[in-house]
Structure formats: C-alpha cells, structure tokens
C-alpha cells in the first residue's frame, strides 16, 4: 500500500529536500493552501487536502484539516484490526507521515498587533493533527522542526525509523504544543495567579556546566514575552555560563533600579512612591555603576561620571570584586575602560562601549564584554522547590510610608543617601545592612542569620573604607568622596527585634537610619535613637531577599 504524508507547514526550511525525498521514494503527499502551492511550483506532485476529505476549505481556512478522514487515517492503530476494518469500511486510508510546525504565534505575540489580530495566529489544526501522530507515534513520523527532516530522509532510506526516533519526534510535538498554548494563554490571562501557572520556554542553547561543573545545565527563553535575556549581546570573551547568568541578572536588575540606560525621562523603582512621600526630595537620575560577586552586590555607587561611579564602588570592597561582575547604565569610555581592565572581571556589562574602550577591554582574552539596552521586564520571580514552583510578584514598591519616629529629624543633605540605601538593601541577601555616604555603598553586610552581624560588618567596612580614602587622599589627593568625614547614613531591609544595632551605628558616627519599623521593640530602638541624637525613619516595608 503506497505510503501517505500530510504536510502543512508555515516555516518551509528543508521543505523541497523532505517533499522531493518523499515523493521520489512512491510516497503521496497531501497537502494545503500555501504549502501545496509552494510544492507545486517545485514541480513536485500534491494532493489537496480537500481531495481527501471531500470538503472545500473553509472560513478564510479555519477549517482546512478537522475532519475525520484526516484524523481517522493518523490515529488508527495498524496492529489493532478492528481499525483497519473500520477504515476499510468508510474507504478511508492511513497518513503515515505528518509535517507541521504551527502558525507563528511566538512571534506574533510579541509584534504588539492588535488584539483581534494576534488571535488570527492562533493554530488550530495544526496542533491537533500534531498531537493526533505524536499519540500515535508508533505508526505515524510526526515532523516539527526542519533540523530532524534529514534524519528522518536518512533512516526511510534505511527502511529503519526506529521507535527510538519516532518517540524522540514525538516528544518534541508534545514539548511544542505545550509551550504553544501557554503562550496563548498567557496572551489571553488577567489573572494574577491562574490555577494553572503557563510558562512557555524554548531553549537558548545548553552551557558548559551548571553552578559546580559536575552538574548539567540549559539555558532557556521566554517564547512570546521577551526580556533582557533576549537582547544579551556578548562582544567579546569566553562563553557564558550558569553563574555567569545569574549575576548578570542581578546586576542588570540593580544598575536599572537606579537609573534606566539612556537617562533623562525613564523612571526609576519605585520613583512614584519617594516624590510621594518625600516630595522635598526629588530624585535625579545619575550614572551608576554596581559590583555582584556571587549574587549579592559588593559595591553600588552614582556618580556625575562613569569613573566616578566605577571608583566609589570598587572601594566599597575592592577584595571581593576580584572575579566579580561590573555593571553600568552608561556608556564605558576608555578612561573607565583603563580602570576595569586593571582588575581580574568575569563579565563587564553595558548599555554601550567607547571604540577605544572596546580596544582596551579586549586586550583581556576572557573577559565577557556584554552589551545590553533594555530595561528589566519580568513582574514576577519564580523559585523552584521540590515537586512545584514558587511565584511572586517583583518588589518594586521602595516605601509605603515615611514616618519620622525621633526627636531628630534627617538632615536634607542625608535623605539622598537614605533613599540610595534603602534601593540598595533591596540587592542584598538578608539579613541586609548597608551604609551610604555620597550615595555610594562604603559597608555591605548581609546573608547572616542575624542582623547585629551583618551591621558590624557593614559599619566596621565603611569605617575601614573611609581610613583607606583618608590616606589616599593625603597621599595623593585621590579619594573618590568630596570628604572624608565618616558615613551618616545606615539602610536595614529589615526591622530592629533590639537596640543592639543602633548602638553599633552611633559607636560608628551614624547620623541618620532608615529601616522599616514594625517590631514588638521598635521603642527600645527608637530610645537608643533619641539618647544618641539619631534621626530614624520608619517606611513600613520591608524588602528580604533570602
């Protein structure tokens, strides 16, 4: 019995080599519209689909595959005979081998059409004849993707499509359709937490290794809502890998909390909820440039400048940034370029380079030179446990309130830095401390399982900072700070349960804190604030990052 294919195909890469194959080998093709039009100007003989199903295509070709004579002929088992007889019986024949890769709806989606529009891309009997051979897979070859046609030509050469292979094809249908219709799902969601969570993700490409090169990793990309992810244009270096990945993520994420690439009129996290309650203060956008060593930043700093920025963060700690990430929301120039080439950096990145920064940079055979100029998308974050998947809106809301709770009020010149640092704690692993002077981070601390640690360690590293800049400066006048009078201003993600660290703080010279109130003890610290001359402000959120 001369063999069958279905094809209907929207991508017709490697289409003429599996149709001419085919037809050279005795198979008969049916096929539809523009498909069958395309393999007739190939001079390769087809069968329309109307043919067979004794049924015009309909509804501007809504309907062209949904018939039975169709599905009857992918579905039926042939070792089962009441199948053969029933197919006899209707005078209906076998498709053997099924060709189909979908409407383009991934990219429609994400073409801004209109609504009605998009929906129009919406495949429907594609699918469903995909999903009708993949169930039936041991009798039908279901072909999706163009790169497995010359397989597929090989081994009927053969006469040996193993079962192997046919499930292998099988479950790529089935990987397809899945993400195809959490796509259109997604498209069509207004709800914040559907029972049923769509995600649709195709894989960018496999890495090296994962987080410790024994374990295996993938890289994979939204389908139809694309990020930063999307646009990582790597200029130089060695290949990205897992961790490479995830510290880009967060710095890229932290670098556009304080400024967007390309400045002037982009808002910034949380922007609204500051001019709200501070409307005395108005924020401005200026360069920033932030250091993440192992996921957590090790030096976040704004400045008039590029060099600027880059030198107050790299001496916020300039021992961990070695093998850390540098990024930046301005241009690199060559004078900057000159600074980071000087250190040992996996990954720089930027919304753009200098030609004599690019030249600088590269002279380092490894290093990463990533450019990237758009702002995060993503509104959720998503954690995975074992056995599900934990979903959470994004934590872009910086303050619900601004309550001052001391007899001292801030000075002016301290609530940029209070508002620089409480963006800051919002990077840090918990239990967050930061210090800030000259909105630049000069003492982090954080991912401890208390608070009084990671304050001392915030305090005792701005104090050292500060030492370093002092005799720099009497050295040779290159102190990246307009002074070098101690930091006033200390940030927490967190509340106070004790006293204990303001008492830290005043030990330190600390002038101002800003924290988000709400413990059962909040008047212990409050009375530590009050007896040290402390300005304190409350914001009522809080901002953990486990």
Same mark, same amino acid.
């Given at each position: 019995m001369k063999k069958r294919a279905l094809i209907s195909v929207f991508n017709r890469d490697g289409l003429s080599e599996l149709a001419s194959y085919l037809n050279t080998a005795g198979w008969e093709i049916i096929s539809t519209g523009g498909t069958s039009k395309f393999l007739q100007e190939k001079n390769i003989p087809v069968t329309d689909i109307s043919s067979v199903t004794g049924f015009p295509e309909c509804l501007d070709g809504r309907v062209k595959t949904l018939h039975p004579a169709i599905h009857a002929g992918i579905l039926a088992r042939r070792d089962v005979q009441s199948h053969t007889d029933t197919l006899k019986e209707l005078n209906l024949e076998t498709i053997d081998l099924v060709c189909n890769n979908l409407y383009p709806f991934f990219e429609k989606v994400q073409a801004d059409l209109p609504f009605e529009d998009t929906i129009e891309f919406?495949?429907?009997?594609?699918?469903?004849?995909?999903?009708?051979?993949?169930?039936?897979?041991?009798?039908?070859?279901? *072909?999706?993707?163009?790169?497995?046609?010359?397989?597929?030509?090989?081994?009927?050469?053969?006469?040996?499509?193993?079962?192997?292979?046919?499930?292998?094809?099988?479950?790529?249908?089935?990987?397809?359709?899945?993400a195809y219709d959490s796509a259109i799902a997604r498209f069509l969601l207004d709800e914040e937490f559907p029972q049923y969570l769509p995600l649709s993700l195709k894989r960018g490409g496999t890495l090296r290794y994962g987080e410790n090169s024994h374990q295996q990793a993938a890289f994979y990309l939204n389908t139809d809502k694309p990020g930063v992810a999307d646009c990582i244009e790597q200029l130089h270096g060695k290949e990205m890998g897992y961790n490479n990945f995830r510290d880009l993520d967060i710095a890229w994420k932290a670098v556009c909390a304080f400024g967007l690439?390309?400045?002037?009129?982009?808002?910034?996290?949380?922007?609204?909820?500051?001019?709200?309650?501070?409307?005395?203060?108005?924020?401005?956008?200026?360069?920033?440039?932030?250091?993440?060593?192992?996921?957590?930043?090790?030096?976040?700093?704004?400045?008039?400048? *590029?060099?600027?920025?880059?030198?107050?963060?790299?001496?916020?700690?300039?021992?961990?940034?070695?093998?850390?990430?540098? @990024?930046?929301?301005?241009?690199?120039?060559?004078?900057?370029?000159?600074? *980071?080439?000087?250190?040992?950096?996996?990954?720089?990145?930027?919304?753009?380079?200098?030609?004599?920064?690019?030249?600088?940079?590269?002279?380092?055979?490894?290093?990463?030179?990533?450019?990237?100029?758009?702002?995060?998308?993503?509104?959720?974050?998503?954690?995975?446990?074992?056995?599900?998947?934990?979903?959470?809106?994004?934590?872009?809301?910086?303050?619900?309130?601004?309550?001052?709770?001391?007899?001292?009020?801030?000075?002016?010149?301290?609530?940029?830095?209070?508002?620089?640092?409480?963006?800051?704690?919002?990077?840090?692993?918990?239990?967050?401390?930061?210090?800030?002077?000259?909105?630049?981070?000069?003492?982090?601390?954080?991912?401890?399982?208390?608070?009084?640690?990671?304050?001392?360690? @915030? *305090?005792?590293?701005?104090?050292?900072?500060?030492?370093?800049?002092?005799?720099?400066?009497?050295?040779?006048?290159?102190?990246?700070?307009?002074?070098?009078?101690?930091?006033?201003?200390?940030?927490s993600d967190a509340f106070f349960p004790f006293a204990d660290i303001v008492e830290a703080a005043a030990a330190a010279g600390i002038k101002a804190i800003i924290q988000p109130g709400g413990s059962v003890n909040d008047k212990l610290s409050i009375e530590a604030c009050d007896n040290h001359g402390i300005a304190m402000v409350f914001t009522g959120t809080r901002h953990f990052r486990h």
């Open positions: 919406i495949d429907i009997g594609g699918p469903s004849m995909l999903r009708s051979a993949a169930k039936n897979f041991r009798d039908v070859i279901v *072909l999706t993707d163009p790169q497995d046609y010359s397989e597929v030509i090989e081994s009927l050469k053969k006469e040996n499509v193993t079962f192997e292979l046919k499930k292998r094809l099988a479950s790529k249908v089935f990987s397809l359709t899945a690439p390309g400045g002037s009129g982009t808002k910034l996290l949380g922007a609204n909820n500051v001019s709200r309650f501070v409307p005395s203060v108005k924020e401005s956008e200026r360069i920033c440039c932030v250091a993440i060593k192992h996921n957590t930043p090790c030096g976040i700093a704004l400045g008039d400048t *590029l060099f600027d920025a880059f030198n107050k963060t790299f001496e916020c700690d300039p021992v961990s940034i070695f093998g850390g990430i540098i @990024a930046c929301n301005a241009k690199v120039n060559a004078v900057t370029a000159k600074k *980071l080439g000087e250190l040992f950096l996996e990954v720089i990145i930027a919304p753009d380079y200098d030609e004599d920064a690019l030249k600088i940079l590269m002279m380092k055979k490894n290093l990463r030179i990533v450019k990237i100029n758009k702002a995060p998308q993503d509104n959720y974050e998503y954690i995975s446990v074992d056995g599900g998947l934990l979903v959470q809106v994004n934590d872009h809301i910086l303050l619900e309130n601004w309550e001052i709770v001391t007899e001292a009020k801030p000075q002016k010149q301290d609530i940029p830095d209070m508002l620089f640092g409480l963006r800051a704690v919002t990077f840090v692993k918990s239990n967050a401390v930061v210090v800030v002077k000259e909105q630049s981070t000069i003492g982090i601390g954080g991912g401890q399982v208390n608070r009084i640690w990671p304050a001392k360690q @915030a *305090l005792e590293r701005s104090a050292a900072v500060m030492k370093a800049a002092a005799e720099s400066s009497a050295d040779t006048g290159g102190s990246p700070w307009k002074d070098n009078i101690p930091a006033r201003v200390l940030a």
